[in-house]
């Protein structure tokens, strides 16, 4: 028991010093006098705005680095690319050979590609010429112009209006539509007649893309005008436009630029004269035309914010038949 007591007495002398080092107060107090004033940070500049100014050097840098590439990946000979800006030409580049076999390299201003589709807009341009000349009415039965019958289905007529908006109901096929044989080929009419797709909409129910439908409407041009199709878009839309080395005809014409040839593939041999193609289109007003890149910058008033006063009068065209080509007719939302 003393034991105990005298442990006790211990401790207790122990705990003194200790708690006489323990702070009086758990938290820290603030240093007397005034405080220091801490100033706001400087205000950071802000980063102009405005959209970067797109230039020929970063285009064609970029071209460098991303063409040689591509044409790698696909298999392909040769390309060219142009860019056009606020109406004007930034870029116009040739990649590759027109003429493998020879090297020859193409050349962006008499090199010959097919445009494919957008042969259409030539199409639709002549269409609209010839709504402002009086004889084409946008709505009326294709049938008035033409000397063979579209049969009739869904009890309504296929207008010029279905056909340039792709809204006619024609089944699409490629049947008879490309030809590697020149001795096949056949006169727009003759595609025409010999077969008429089956019409699977009602005119105006649903937009199905139609090739037979283009070539419809070009055929009904060459009616209305009373010249061939490929004739017509040579005097009335790329004389006046400048583009001197396109064409619709088939084979070239011998006027044009005679290295105009090119290989489908870099393991293919290259076309085997100069004027012959790889393959020809007998629904020619869908799909036949082929340009040089110096005629795309002419062909380039025939999409988008291009469409200059000079242009329409050259191709006359007035504004109002423009925004009539230009018009939303159909949408497949409310």
Request: some cysteine; charged content about 20%; hydrophobic content about 45%.
């Amino acid at each position: 028991m003393r034991f105990f007591r005298k442990l006790g007495l211990a401790l207790a002398a122990l705990a003194v010093p200790a708690a006489a080092q323990a702070p009086s107060e758990l938290r820290p107090k603030l240093p007397l006098g005034p405080t220091k004033q801490v100033s706001a940070p400087a205000t950071v500049p802000t980063v102009n705005a405005s959209p970067a100014s797109l230039t020929k050097a970063d285009v064609d840098a970029w071209l460098d680095g991303f063409m040689p590439y591509a044409m790698a990946s696909g298999d392909l000979p040769g390309a060219v690319v142009v860019v056009v800006k606020d109406g004007h030409v930034l870029t116009e580049r040739g990649f590759g050979f027109a003429d493998r076999k020879a090297r020859k390299p193409v050349d962006p201003a008499r090199t010959l590609f097919r445009p494919g589709s957008i042969s259409k807009l030539f199409t639709w341009t002549a269409v609209m010429q010839q709504v402002q000349a009086g004889k084409i009415d946008l709505d009326a039965d294709v049938n008035t112009y033409l000397d063979f019958k579209i049969p009739p289905a869904f009890g309504k007529p296929i207008t010029m209006r279905n056909l340039m908006t792709h809204t006619a109901g024609f089944e699409e096929t490629v049947k008879y539509l490309i030809t590697a044989n020149p001795k096949l080929l056949k006169p727009l009419d003759q595609v025409l007649k010999r077969w008429v797709p089956d019409r699977i909409y009602a005119p105006g129910a649903m937009p199905a893309y139609s090739n037979y439908g283009a070539s419809l409407a070009g055929y009904i041009v060459e009616r209305v005008s009373g010249e061939k199709f490929e004739d017509y878009i040579q005097r009335h839309i790329m004389a006046p436009l400048g583009m001197n080395h396109s064409s619709f005809a088939q084979p070239l014409p011998a006027n044009q630029p005679r290295h105009a040839r090119t290989a489908a593939t870099t393991r293919e041999p290259a076309v085997p004269a100069p004027g012959q193609a790889r393959c020809y289109i007998n629904c020619l007003a869908s799909s036949q035309a082929v340009a040089s890149i110096a005629d795309c910058k002419a062909r380039a008033v025939l999409v988008g914010s291009a469409w200059k006063d000079w242009r329409l009068r050259k191709l006359s065209l007035s504004s109002a038949r423009t925004r009539t080509a230009s018009s939303s007719v159909f949408s497949m939302h409310p």
